[in-house]
């Protein structure tokens, strides 16, 4: 009883510590800006504006992932998610990772909250890795592919990628844990 409240101590220092990551690092960059602010105007002022573009591009995406987060933690408990790529999930937790991979669109940061809530909640950290690497499978730019390299290329190419998700999905589970 009281190791759990000392691990529960613990876990939420650690919780807080997570909390400000972001705001230092905000402060951070602001302060990078204002600094090279007096040294490049010019390109402050350049890269404020492309900042700006790509805000705006991905707004909408980071708007669809926190509307997909908010479901799952609505619908989805933690037993579920540990359930299909949790610790266990097997060949089934492969096949739904690199599936939603190579589904998922949108700049792949935009993601990195959702897997770290899954992560959070117990999804293994080789079908995150997993995730992540077969993204580079693009459904919509498979025929543009067809036409540019053949048919047999592109399978051999998909497979192979599909194959060097789960290698480093594996990889990945065999250094970190």
Not at 6 to 17: A, Q, S, V
Not at 43 to 69: A, C, D, Q
Not at 134 to 163: C, D, E, H, N, Q
Request: net charge positive.
């Amino acid at each position: 009883m009281k190791g759990e409240k000392e691990m529960g101590k613990i876990g939420k220092k650690e919780e807080r510590k997570d909390k400000y990551h972001g705001v230092y690092f905000l402060i951070f960059v602001v302060c990078l800006y204002i600094v090279l602010a007096f040294i490049e105007p010019d390109n402050v002022i350049k890269s404020l504006k492309s900042s700006e573009t790509l805000l705006i591009e991905i707004v909408p995406v980071i708007l669809l992932v926190i509307f997909f987060m908010g479901i799952m933690n609505y619908i989805v408990n933690p037993k579920t998610i540990r359930k299909y790529v949790g610790e266990g999930s097997g060949i089934k937790g492969w096949l739904l990772s690199i599936s939603a991979g190579i589904l998922s669109h949108g700049p792949v940061y935009v993601w990195y909250p959702l897997l770290k809530d899954l992560r959070n909640h117990g999804m293994r950290i080789g079908l995150i890795a997993a995730f992540i690497y077969s993204r580079a499978i693009k459904i919509p730019l498979l025929p543009l592919m067809i036409y540019y390299f053949g048919f047999m290329f592109v399978v051999l190419l998909t497979i192979y990628m599909i194959i060097a998700a789960v290698i480093q999905g594996k990889i990945i589970e065999i250094v970190i844990e």
